[in-house]
């Protein structure tokens, strides 16, 4: 079976030559976005790439030329190993000594820290702690793989590798590139706000499919909202009204913030249900939950009249 260092050899690069990086982010949503941020946001995961642990540090600062980043694929392992797909190879140009101040003070940093607490620990600890930061630029001789190539990695604690060490065969080659996530089955969605705002394409795709019955906790106290999708976008698009400001757009939510938001679905409805009978499901679930007396729900939500 064909294996990533295959891959390099056609180009003519050695394997000795490369250290292999692959992201598994510890924060669930940025964990199931990467994919899609890699297409949307990839100045993000960049910097998201150029600050790391110290061992990782040591791996990188070993002289080798080539950086061949891979993003988490799917969530499953497959006996001891987890699908991988290649972001792209990148030349390691070096690093400079940055203080945390500077670092947390970059604009994708902070857009990281505040939608998935990514480098919290920088934003912890002293502003004028000195951290390597890595230049990676991306190079072209693998770019016809990126978002095409799919691997089965072997896990181990160390997410910054040598490529000799690798061992990592080839599951797919795909004709186009698509840095896309599957979505999960309806149950298993547990959405941010920042999620909703970047939901990828097939994700989105999926949640305009459905009208259905939802649930908003607000992350920072725990309180519940029940609400109701029947509009031509159906879920996706309450969803995305729901965290299109910075506050929340009904009564009850109007004075929270909605970066502490979580989604999920409490009852997914046939798409072609009235709006009458979707009430009418939203009201059980209300009433089952009991979120007016013990939530953000408000007593005339209960008056069945459908939003305009």
Known sequence: MLSFNDVLGSVGIAPEDVNVMLHSPRHPDMLALMPSLVRTRRAAIEAYQAAHSRGAERTLCGGRSYVASFVKAAPERIEGRSKKLFMGLYRNMGHEMRSHAAIM???????????????????D?????????????????????????LVLARLTQNYVRLAENLDAPILALSETGAFEAAPPDWRQMHLSAEFVRNIPLGWAARLREWRGVYLIVDERDGARYVGSAYGAENLLGRWQEHVAGDRGITAGLAGRETRGFRFSILERLSPDMEANDVIRREHSWIARLDTIRYGLNLADQMGGVPRA
């Open 125 to 149: 600890a002293s502003p004028e702690r000195q951290h390597r930061w890595f230049d990676l630029q991306l190079d072209d001789h693998l770019s016809d793989y990126e978002g095409s190539l």
């Open 105 to 123: 003070a970059h604009r994708e940093v902070h857009w990281l820290y505040e939608s998935f607490g990514v480098f919290a620990e920088m934003s």
